[in-house]
């Protein structure tokens, strides 16, 4: 009668593939020695890789019998004993993020103690390895969409592969689940990123996921469970009032030439009510003539595939811009890491100091903290700025989107930040109320 070896939350024991009573008909056959793990209702098998036969097997102690002439029995038996520990602690480290451990994460976890598999090249049904195909999507998305895109998108294989490194872990899509999403989670909040930039991410190996399952490298759909939430919060963000933009627009920066061209770069945001990839760098050829008005001609790189093309007038500031300080010329394109910090300074030089609170969360902790309205410019204010500014102005939301790029009325009215009171001016003054 075989032993069976007792555990906090399984049981482990060794036999044989084929039936005892099969091999009682021939002692010297030999036969595989399987590990067999059963933990509540649920049992799994996994090959030891090592054979025996009824004659040299100890069916009390699960191992080789200690008999001259079986030269490997150590080694036989040092190796079950070592899957033996295995199997229990990795099976006590998954019911930790499991109610009941998947079966396919003790197996992938005794393929890579048994060599199996090697670490970082496990490969799908198509010879695909979790980053190949990752690779694969972001090289066919270049072209058709916006660097900016393709670079967050590469942000996030990066996360990844920190990820995969951390936990020693090799990723497969079979893997991902709710398991993951969680430890992802923690591991984002321990490198201190917000809820916003963890938010990003995973939306990012969503869409990841979505090609890996139409391209047939995966059938894995745990991801479209409702828990495997993309999670956001609205963030503290400001807009410059016509006022201040004048205002930026007639100081004198003729001393610092490196902030007078961020600050132009800038003003031609707020103008133009166009993303940073589209403001920055606009050049004379863009410049086309529209009913006797000269207007910016910009193709959105924000979806090459689709973008569209928008007719921004050039006003009368923009002009003066060019012509007094640039030879007529748009202003040359500028980093936007460059721009954000010397937009900074002179909004700090304008004395743009009152105090705005922020609430955020990061490192999975809620945070406030006053920050001076001057730091908080950047290059994307601009274009908030146009779109907050021209809707106070009485600008029709459906005219405003046709410059942003905004696709829907929703997503509009979430970006400009717009207070309920200010939103409620806007409409009496629209003529639907008798006042």
């Not at 004198?252 to 993303?275: N, W």
């Not at 007038?313 to 936007?336: A, C, F, L, V, W």
């Not at 999975?364 to 908080?376: A, F, H, N, P």
């Amino acid at each position: 009668m075989s032993t069976i070896i007792e555990r906090s939350k399984g049981t482990v024991r060794f036999a044989f593939k084929d039936s005892n009573a099969n091999l009682l008909k021939n002692k010297k056959k030999q036969s595989i020695i399987y590990l067999h793990f059963t933990y509540g209702s649920n049992k799994f098998k996994y090959s030891s890789g090592y054979k025996s036969c009824f004659d040299d097997w100890d069916f009390n102690k699960q191992r080789i019998k200690n008999k001259a002439g079986i030269s490997n029995k150590d080694e036989v038996n040092g190796h079950l004993s070592d899957l033996e520990k295995f199997i229990n602690k990795k099976y006590n480290e998954l019911s930790k993020e499991h109610d009941i451990v998947p079966k396919h994460l003790l197996k992938y976890a005794l393929d890579i103690k048994t060599k199996k598999i090697t670490p970082h090249k496990v490969k799908n049904k198509k010879g695909m390895t979790f980053f190949d195909v990752i690779d694969e999507f972001i090289e066919i998305k270049e072209g058709e969409i916006s660097i900016i895109t393709i670079r967050s998108y590469k942000q996030t294989k990066k996360r990844l592969e920190e990820y995969q490194k951390h936990y020693n872990q090799t990723l497969m899509f079979e893997f991902i689940d709710m398991s993951f999403y969680n430890k992802f989670n923690r591991f984002m909040e321990a490198n201190d990123y917000s809820l916003n930039t963890i938010g990003k991410h995973l939306k990012t190996i969503k869409t990841f996921l979505n090609y890996a399952l139409i391209e047939g490298y995966t059938s894995n759909q745990r991801f479209k469970s409702d828990d495997f939430k993309v999670k956001k919060e609205t963030t503290t963000e400001i807009y410059l009032t016509d006022d201040e933009i004048k205002k930026m627009y007639e100081h004198d920066l003729s001393k610092y030439p490196e902030l007078e061209h961020a600050r132009d770069v800038f003003l031609f945001g707020c103008y133009t009510g166009q993303r940073i990839s589209d403001y920055n760098g606009l050049k004379n050829e863009d410049i086309v003539d529209i009913d006797g008005f000269k207007c910016f001609k910009i193709r959105q790189k924000k979806n090459r595939k689709y973008s569209r093309i928008v007719h921004c007038p050039i006003t009368k500031e923009m002009q003066d811009i060019m012509d007094s300080r640039y030879n007529g010329h748009p202003p040359k394109k500028i980093q936007e890491q460059d721009l954000n910090e010397n937009i900074k300074q002179v909004g700090q030089m304008l004395e743009w100091d009152e105090l705005v609170k922020c609430e955020y969360t990061k490192g999975g902790e809620y945070k406030t903290e006053m920050i001076s309205k001057y730091d908080l410019i950047k290059s994307h204010t601009a274009r908030r700025s146009f779109c907050t500014n021209k809707y106070k102005a009485g600008m029709s939301v459906f005219d405003i989107m046709l410059f942003s790029g905004h696709t829907t009325e929703k997503e509009f009215y979430k970006y400009i930040r717009i207070k309920n009171q200010e939103r409620a001016a806007h409409i009496i003054k629209g003529g639907f109320f008798n006042v």
